[in-house]
């Protein structure tokens, strides 16, 4: 430690671009870590195997999909169409989710912090991230087209057609999300245009439904060139018009879009479902706050208890909106003749219905990840997680009511309500089922090794879903509820209630 | 020429002011630290003149302009350290900073950089990576990346965290120095010997208004805050 502090002089001849910045720190780490040869062979070799034992999981997993589209071509059931536009429509809300809260151009955390402050123009620097979300947006565009219409049957050159649209769409939907992240109107700027592409995904089932209504026999399409050909051309000249502006982007925006990036990232490699969609559809700080007067009415920590979770729910637009989807989603399901009855209709009520308890399980995986929250209560950990559970009861039964008046089969709709109260609780118990226990020992079978502690994390929930609608099965399948498989839908309903609150352990 | 111009500036986020209005000016040399207690939105402060975040009203000027971080003069001649620490994988503490300096257009950087590593008491550590680090060596490093770049203008938040007391010590010298040699700084600190050493006067952000403190009062403000 000695000597005085120099007084750095830059030199214009001196200044590195950004593109010759990035390329020097790669430089630098290459040289620091460089790559072994057989290691790169390896990689591309998992790599390329990996992508082949998808393509054929996929191709046999087609194979029975696409006999259950084709003898399901006639009725109420859903047509081509609808199966196509469904499926380019959710890729695409999907699409502008990703784009506009983790991109579409982006930076590592390391490179915004010391690549953002130096005189390197931006442009240079995010250069590659345009290109890969241009690609990406393109090459997702293509399967999302592509896909349904091979699975639905549709000739090759109708596939050909179907799958250029949908690279043409997903060009212009990363080309626009660009123009909205140069301008500053990007996801985490404020929260509006996170809340509209949430909003957006969310209205794809409902708009899915009212087709399903209005033309169920929607028979497969294939968009004419001209039409994708100006798509692909609007597109291009989107990402061209971002890419032009790119100098224009702010620090503070990229620093956020790493942020959603690298909590998306660990979310990923966790397999922590919650995570990721919080990364991708927290929808950032809100303008202002409207006080809401529930709290000031609640009494008593019951009350207490209920008005948080009330006023959790009410400010997210994401489970808002993620309730209404999942509404018209079991709507829409209960028109195809397998699943309006039967098993397959238990499969829907159960599986949505649940889907619906999540939704409205806000305030529970709040206290689910902060147990704090409970204790701040007088209530106990029992007591706490049976009042969070009436939520989740309400927005699930929502839902299943929804799909009874969709079926229009009243009969069995008495056990509906107890269910509901089933579904609300297994969402309070995956609300608290903590971390992945990792240091469970993975299961040896002949297919591979499981790990084990993530199958039982997973299932933690859904496996209350499963075992507690078993009376609501029964009633489906017999095609009406009697008074004594409602009073024991109503008995698993207070055992599920009971099991959801048995609080095991703290991680 | 007045450097940096705060004109009723409020700062805060979604709407919600964290702190009153404030009025300053930084001069050329001019030494300014931010006090308070926690939570009156120093940090927040020190973001909004970085240009990290749009003030909620009012106007901050840096040399006669707006402050825009897009702007590459505004880059070149403001350093800022603000409590983020993020590292290129595989990269060591002294490339970072050769790679800091190379990105400002310094000559010699690798010159600079072992002079400075030498000045914080890391030069020993230049070949390590950022994550070996002890937590008081990394600010050691951070605060080096703001000093291997030219600056007019230098940023602090909180710069003698995790510090020990001899390197506060030498800290509060350099931001003397550095104000001897023209350089403005405005730091965020609750060292009132910091404060002392750096001859500094204060604007002390308080719930009913933003005062500024003479230079031979602020150590005693500060202090009373224990």
Redesign the interface.
Known sequence: MSGRLPRPVAADEELLTGAELRRLTARVRAHNVPSEPGRVVADVGQVAVTAALVVLYLWGFGAPVRELLASDASGFGLGHGLIQGMVLALAVAAGAVVATRLGPAGLPAAGVRWWLPTSADRAGLVAPSVVRAASAGAGAGLLAGGVPALLVGAAAGQVVLDAAFGAAVGLLVVGAAGLLQVTGAGATADGTTGRVVTLLLAAVPVVGLGVALWAPTWAAWAVPWPVSTALGLAGAAAVAGWAARLDRLRAGELRARASAAMQASAALLSLDSGGVSRALLSTGPATSRVLSPVPGLARGPVGALLAADATLLARSSAALAGLVAVAASAAVAVQVPVLGGGIGLWVVLAGLGYAGAVAGAVGPRAAGENPRLDALVPLGARGARTVRALWPAVTSAAVLLTAVMATGGWAWAGAVVPAAVVLGAAAVRAAYRGPVPWDVPMLATPAGAVPTGLVLHQATGPDLALLGTLPLAVAAVVGTASPTLVAVQAVFAVGAVLWAGHARRTR | MTLLDLSDLVVG????AVCPAVTLTVEPGDVVAVIGSNGTGKSTLLRTVL???EPLSGTVRAFGRTVD??E?GF??RV??VLD?????????VR??LV?????????D?G??TD??L????IADHGGAMPHTLSSGQRRRFLLA?A????RELLVLDEPEQRLDTAMRT?LGE?LR??AD?GTAVLFATHDDRLLAATGARALHLADDGAVLVPPAQAPDVLAGFR
Not at chain 2, 13 to 16: F, K, L
Not at chain 2, 84 to 92: C, E, I, L, M
Not at chain 2, 147 to 150: A, F, Q, T
Request: hydrophobic content about 35%.
């Open positions: 986020y979604g709407g919600n240009g990290l975040q971080e897009r590459r880059r070149r350093a800022g983020d620490d993020a590292f290129f994988p595989g990269v060591t490339e970072h790679l800091t300096a190379r990105g400002h257009g310094v000559r950087a010159v600079v002079r400075v030498d000045h914080m008491g990346s000093l291997v770049r030219p030498r350099m120095a550095e040699a």
